[in-house]
C-alpha cells in the first residue's frame, strides 16, 4: 500500500529538549515536504527537498532542520523547541511538485511546554 | 508573497443540500488547483484538481470550477451526506526557489453536513 509515514502521532515535550520527528514514504518519490497546520492559517511549508541530499527552506523554516540521507527518509529535526513550535505537523511526497498529488501522513501532533 | 485566501471558514448545511467553498489566488501565473479533503486524525487527501486549460471539472458529486480572469475558483459539492463533513483545503501552484514547483494553500474550511 502506497503511504507515508510519520512518527510519533502524538508527542508532548519541554522547552528546549531536541526532538526528531520521522516521515518515510514507499512510492519512490524524490520530492517530501514538511507543512505544519495552524488553526486559521492552513497548511504552510516548513522545509522541502527535491532529492537526495538536496533540500531547501519554505515558508516557515525558522527553528527547524531537516536531512535527506536517503529517498525514502525525510526527518524534521526541533534542535531547541519552543512552545510556538506547538502545532499539527505534516509530511508529505510527490512524483512532480506543484503539478501532481501530493500524499501526506497521518500528521504529527507536538505540544512544547 | 504569493497567497491563496480561502472562504468561508466554517460551513454548516443539512444533508442533502449543496456547500459551496471559494478560493482566491494572486499569482496569474498559477496553472494547478488541488482541492484536499482532511478527515479527523488524518491527513489531508486530494479529492479533484483542475488545471488552467479546463474552465470546470465534475466527478460525480463533487465539482471544481475555474476563472482565470478573477484568478478565483471554487469547490461545489451536491447532495452533501454527512461523510463529506471535513475540513477542506485549496491551493494553487506557483513557481518555487531554483525554479521548483510548490503549493500554497488556503485558511482551510470547516464543513459540517447535520444529518
Known amino acids: 500500500e502506497a503511504q507515508v509515514t510519520q512518527n510519533p502521532r502524538y508527542l508532548i515535550t519541554v522547552t528546549g529538549k531536541k526532538l526528531t520527528v520521522t516521515c518515510s514514504q514507499n512510492?519512490?518519490?524524490?520530492?517530501m515536504s514538511w507543512y505544519r497546520q495552524d488553526p486559521g492559517l492552513g497548511l504552510r511549508q516548513i522545509y522541502y527537498?527535491?532529492?537526495?541530499?538536496?533540500?531547501d527552506k519554505g515558508d516557515v523554516p525558522e527553528g527547524y532542520k531537516v536531512s535527506r540521507k536517503e529517498k525514502r527518509n525525510f526527518p524534521l529535526i526541533l534542535e531547541s523547541p519552543s512552545p510556538n513550535q506547538t502545532s499539527l505537523y505534516f509530511c508529505?511526497?510527490?512524483?512532480?511538485?506543484?503539478?501532481?498529488?501530493?500524499?501526506f501522513g497521518e500528521g504529527s501532533r507536538l505540544t512544547v511546554l | 508573497g504569493e497567497n491563496v485566501e480561502q472562504h468561508p471558514s466554517t460551513l454548516s448545511v443539512q444533508e442533502g443540500d449543496s456547500a459551496v467553498i471559494k478560493c482566491t489566488y494572486s499569482d496569474s501565473a498559477s496553472n494547478y488547483f488541488p482541492w484536499y479533503k482532511q478527515e479527523l486524525g488524518k491527513g489531508p487527501q486530494l479529492i479533484i484538481d483542475?488545471?488552467?486549460?479546463?474552465g470546470e471539472k465534475k466527478d460525480q458529486r463533487i465539482a471544481v470550477t475555474l476563472n482565470k480572469t478573477a484568478k478565483h475558483f471554487s469547490l461545489h459539492i451536491t447532495e452533501t451526506q454527512p461523510e463529506d463533513s471535513a475540513v477542506y483545503f485549496c491551493?494553487?501552484?506557483?513557481?518555487?526557489?531554483?525554479?521548483?514547483?510548490?503549493?500554497?494553500f488556503g485558511q482551510g474550511t470547516t464543513l459540517q453536513v447535520k444529518p
Open positions: 512510492m519512490n518519490h524524490e520530492y
Open positions: 491551493a494553487a501552484s506557483i513557481r518555487g526557489s531554483g525554479n521548483t514547483g510548490k503549493l500554497i
Open positions: 508529505a511526497s510527490s512524483l512532480t511538485p506543484g503539478t501532481g498529488e501530493l500524499f
Open positions: 483542475i488545471r488552467s486549460n479546463v
Open positions: 527537498s527535491m532529492n537526495v541530499e538536496v533540500t
